[in-house]
């Protein structure tokens, strides 16, 4: 199995062992801490990637202003992968991780919440005067101890989704004036920082089990409890800005399998494998066939996936798009100009494109750059 890294690389993210404005084509990655076999999850943030393996050690690489590496170095960047020392997590396995523009979080097995990198503005839940960055992961305890459940970040916030399905809201997030009538928003106090508490109005018909981040909205994908909604998970909420339709809420006609958001920008997977989406689309982000200033209604990909073959997974960059089916092929549109798309161009490109690479097994976006795990070829 190899790793190809394509786009932006002008802080070492690719991991290539150089900085480069630009690598237009998937390049291949030699140089891992990591076996390419056991990669399980891969993460990006505005310069720097996160890969989690199967023993939950997490490698990076990348930009380092912030320490969002999480190596407790203060290099600015490293453009090849090092494995964060186990140690900072207490020699206890981590379970998922999450990137944002200059901050990075885990979750470990224990449920065990860790956060590092930029605290510029109070994202990592950290008010003391001077604690502007922290260089390795620092655990967080959450209101009696609340066992986390989901990480994720904006430009300038942090989500956490806890165990009985409660948010709380590290750093800056505008949530909407009104709030959606389903949810209630507190403002709280945690270790002295201002804090943003989100919780269902009636937790008898409505569960909140995912939280997606865009640059200043979040997207929550939701259990229907009632007796009409019957389990369902057609139903989304949304909070923060929508200057381009992206915090417009809807209730699908199918179950949402997968939520995924760029900066401005939203993708639903259906369970029937359709794929709607909506917010900007200036730079073709929407992969709808078109460039245009927004659109405020879901609709369908340019991409028409057959039924059988099972769902598709779609990553967002801040403005690109990536889409593997599980035959292993994948797509790419949106945001090129740095090669983002990995079609050796850098105009932007509004359907999704067939790359030309071996099946892929698993892969990851970051704000302008892409990363694949290929299947060995016989």
Known sequence: MEVYAWGANSHGQLGLGFESELCMTPQRVTKCSFAPAQVRLIRGGGGHVLILDTSGRIHACGWNNRGQLGLDSTEECHSEFKMIPTEYFGEVPVETISCGWDISGAITLTKRLFVWGSNAFQQLGICQRGFTAVRRPMPVKLPREEPAQRISFGLRHCA????????????????????????????TCLHRCNTVK???????????????????????????????????????????????????????EEDVRQLAVGWTHNAAVLKNNEILVWGRNCYGQLGMGSFSEQQAIPTPLLLKLPEDQGPARIHMGAEHGLLRTTAGEVYTWGWNEH???????????????????????LCGAGAGFCYAITEPVN
Do not use: W
């Not at 399905?165 to 709030?179: A, E, T």
């Not at 979040?218 to 909420?237: A, F, H, Q, W, Y």
């Open 339 to 361: 090669g983002n798309c990995g079609n050796n161009s850098t105009e932007n490109v509004c359907t999704p494109t067939l790359l030309q690479l071996p099946p892929v097994k």
């Open 160 to 187: 956490v989704l806890t165990q009985d399905n409660k948010i709380y809201v590290f750093g800056r997030l505008r949530i909407m004036d009104p709030p959606p009538i389903e949810l209630d928003i507190t403002a």
């Open 198 to 252: 989100i919780q269902v109005h009636n937790p008898n018909e409505l569960r909140i089990v995912s939280i997606s981040s865009g640059q200043n909205h979040m997207v929550l994908k939701c259990v229907d409890l009632s007796e009409s909604g019957g389990g369902s998970t057609k139903r989304i909420l949304t909070l923060g800005d929508n200057k381009f339709g992206q915090s417009n809420a809807f209730q699908f």
